[in-house]
């Protein structure tokens, strides 16, 4: 079960991704693609697996993020990514501000990927 979960949840940390660069680019190219229903839809859907297999997984492994500093950053630096893609795709009031905010998302993205795979607030350094 656990293994299955890992699968899905590493499956979904790819899909969000992808698609979050491809709707930065789409918006930074002022594209009507990005207003599409799907496109608003289908990162919903991506994420809430994403964050459902996640919390299940903490779960099952009985991991606290008040146990685990890694896990901890992980969701705080999620909070930060969460608010730099609203700022990025929605809310930034000109296209300069979007596009700062939006490499800064892609950045913490990385971050966040990074934490998982090291299991390190300092990326193992």
Known sequence: MYSALKTIHIACVI???AGFLLRGALMLADSPLAATRF?????HLVDTMLLAAGVT???IAHISPL?????????????????LGSIA????RT?????VAFAAAVGTYAYIVGVALTRSPALGL
Do not use: D, E, F, N
């Open 15 to 17: 899909a969000s991704g």
């Open 39 to 43: 496109a608003r839809v289908a990162p």
């Open 57 to 59: 997984m903490a779960v």
């Open 67 to 83: 146990a685990h500093p890694w896990l901890a950053t992980k969701i705080g630096a999620l909070v930060a990514y969460i608010v």
């Open 89 to 92: 795709l929605k809310r930034g």
């Open 95 to 99: 296209r300069a501000i979007r596009g």
